[in-house]
């Protein structure tokens, strides 16, 4: 595959036979031409209705269908909309949340914090019953509030929590009764669990300030103990993206050409405005909400057990979500395109948004410096907290990346890991972690994952999102 | 012809999933080899005791690759939700309308089985169950 640059370290795949548009992808370096993300990069930009650029942030790496790192916007009178843009985990998403604690305070308590966050979340596969498993008539209210659900029953760390993340912790538009009896089966039980793989509940400190105007407005101070919540929709999700890619792949001849020949079967896609398609993102912005109270219902469980562990005040913990954002998500949003304000459709899978100072849509107290834009890193070194740009909101329809990246596989993860034990090397370097199975932490090591040092650099450099504060981990729990 | 797990895959090395790969002298055998790929992967290659067995039918399509996809998904919705897997497979039927097969179902134990992967779906993303050169190969990528 041949890529240009078009100015530091933005590379372009140019527009080659059925491509709509070209790809636009960030790198530190040249991409290496077969890495195969490149090629999703290039079969995303087959889907109709494209607008400017298939485009791939720094973190890219092998998806199926869209790459990991993809962000694609699409018309929404003429554009399709494919859940293999969104992922099977609909809105995945990280979470931040300071307190007023100062390391010291935890240091000395470390083990018995990050012991009674294992207990008090459930981690694992299949973990389940954080809360009394869900009727239907209330599985529906979580699937149309999202997080303003969980923090009306109580799961909150302050009452304005829902306000603080993305879209207000709720798409409007879901429709429950467009998440099927299977979905719902597969999520009832599962609301407040966090789940596995890269899935994390942390405890960090904020280590250094690089922007001190944009961390006093999202209330970050050196020293300070932060939390850090990274899940999804669990099972339900799962569930909704995976019964729609396949009736979307079985009926995607009666949409046209354009649809049926697409290069890719996890790229199957449905014009946005077809019954298929409205049906689809009804499920999708369910799923979404539940996610939102999941993560909301785990800031709950969270508080709780540092309340308990601590035998503190909620005053003295001083919690707050700072922000709340989705990384698998397809939202309807509104761009100034080639000189015209239009709605479109922005898939970002493995993506996150970062809108720019001033815009309407991010939280009153940060609109002066840009929406928080919340990156972690790997469990071994750091994460970083960024803000939004106008950069971001011309060149990248307001999207930046989402995290670090794997460099391994799985299975090449676990070869490196073999005779080590990564808890005990985390431990010397005084990272406390619990971890459900061994093979997880193999799989999740430093060394499975990019520097996102270097990943959030490039992001920093091209002007997409600017360096707030970076957190480094104490205490980690893992499915 | 009924096949019973440990057998043989290979790891296709997938970056952010898990792909497998297995291959068998029929489309049948290749595929009885992928659901058991896919048990391996959920019990972290632990044994499983069988406790009941089931004639599972699904539609399919399109062509064999697709219903390979569905055969799994329709296993791992079981698995999500009964913790049942597969234990011994015995494809009767497969075509590019569908798959009739006979499996030995086990459950999943929480500790004997906690280094198995969560697995969250079965792509359609480089899904095969295709001729190659005398055999069948099948293949499939996990989301997990």
Not at chain 1, 49 to 78: Q, T
Not at chain 1, 85 to 105: F, K, Q, S
Not at chain 1, 406 to 411: E, F, Q, W
Not at chain 2, 85 to 95: G, K, N, Q
Request: include cysteine.
């Amino acid at each position: 595959m041949q890529l240009r640059r078009i100015e530091g370290d933005l590379w372009e795949i140019p527009r080659e036979g059925r491509m709509r548009v070209p790809g636009r992808v960030y790198s530190a370096g040249p991409p290496a031409p077969d890495d195969p993300a490149l090629q999703q990069v290039a079969n995303v930009a087959h889907l109709p209705g494209i607008l400017r650029f298939s485009l791939a942030m720094p973190d890219i790496h092998w998806g199926y269908g869209f790459p990991i790192g993809g962000v694609a916007a699409m018309d929404v009178e003429r554009g399709a909309v494919s859940p293999g843009g969104v992922g099977y985990d609909i809105n995945c998403g990280v979470r931040v949340l300071t307190t007023a604690l100062e390391e010291e305070d935890v240091r000395a308590r470390l083990h018995a914090v990050t012991a009674q966050l294992f207990r008090d979340v459930p981690t694992g596969v299949g973990a389940s019953r954080a809360i009394p498993t869900l009727s239907d008539r209330e599985l529906d209210e979580v699937l149309e509030g999202g997080a303003r659900w969980a923090v009306r029953r109580g799961f909150a760390a302050a009452s304005d929590d829902a306000e603080r993340c993305e879209e207000g912790g709720r798409l409007a538009g879901a429709d429950a009764s467009a998440v099927s009896a299977r979905a719902r089966a597969r999520g009832a039980d599962q609301l407040g669990t966090l789940g596995s793989g890269n899935h994390f509940l942390e405890v960090d400190r904020v280590a250094e300030v690089y922007d001190p105007q944009a961390a006093e407005a999202f209330g970050l101070v050196p020293g300070r103990v932060a939390l850090q919540i990274h899940s999804g929709s669990r099972g339900l999700g799962y569930q909704v993206c995976d019964e729609f890619v396949a009736e979307i792949a079985r009926r995607r001849p009666e949409f046209g050409p354009d649809y049926a020949d697409l290069p890719d079967p996890q790229l199957a896609a449905a014009p946005i405005g077809s019954a298929l398609g409205q049906r689809y993102l009804g499920a999708m912005q369910a799923a979404a909400n539940f996610a939102w109270a999941n993560r909301q219902v785990m800031t709950g469980l969270a508080v709780r057990a540092l309340l308990h562990v601590l035998r503190i005040s909620e005053r003295d913990l001083g919690a707050r979500v700072l922000y709340d954002v989705c990384h698998n998500v397809a939202k309807l949003e509104e761009h100034d395109i080639e000189g015209a304000r239009r709605r479109v459709l922005v898939h970002r899978k493995g993506a996150t948004r970062c809108f720019g100072p001033g815009d309407a849509r991010v939280p009153e107290p940060y609109r002066g410096v840009g929406q928080p834009v919340l990156i972690p890193g790997d469990m071994g070194r750091y994460s970083y907290v960024l803000a939004g740009t106008e950069r971001a909101m011309r060149d990248t329809f307001g999207s930046s990346c989402h995290g670090a990246g794997r460099l391994l596989s799985r299975g090449e993860a676990l070869r490196r890991g073999r005779g080590r034990s990564i808890a005990a090397e985390l431990a010397a370097r005084g990272i406390e972690v619990i971890s459900r199975g061994k093979k997880t932490l193999a799989e999740e090591m430093s060394d499975a994952y990019k520097d996102v040092a270097q990943v959030v650099a490039v992001m920093d450099a091209a002007g997409i999102s600017r360096l707030v504060a970076r957190l480094e981990p104490m205490g980690v729990i893992k499915g | 012809m009924r096949l019973a797990s440990p057998q043989p895959y290979e790891d296709l090395g997938h970056t952010a999933d898990v792909g497998v790969r297995v291959r068998g002298a029929t489309a049948e055998e290749a595929l009885a080899r992928l659901v058991l790929a896919f048990a391996a992967l959920a019990t972290g290659g632990r044994e499983v005791a069988v406790e009941r067995e089931e004639r599972v039918a699904v539609a399919g399509g399109p062509e064999l690759a697709g219903t390979a996809v569905a055969l799994l998904r329709e296993l791992l919705y079981r698995l999500a939700t009964e913790a049942l897997v597969p234990a011994a497979c015995e494809i009767v039927r497969a075509d590019a309308d569908g798959v009739e097969a006979r499996v030995a179902f086990g459950r999943r134990d929480p500790e004997l089985h906690a280094e198995g992967a969560d697995l969250k779906a079965v792509t359609w993303h480089a899904a095969r169950l295709e001729r190659e050169g005398a055999g069948w190969v099948a293949q499939a990528v996990f989301d997990i």
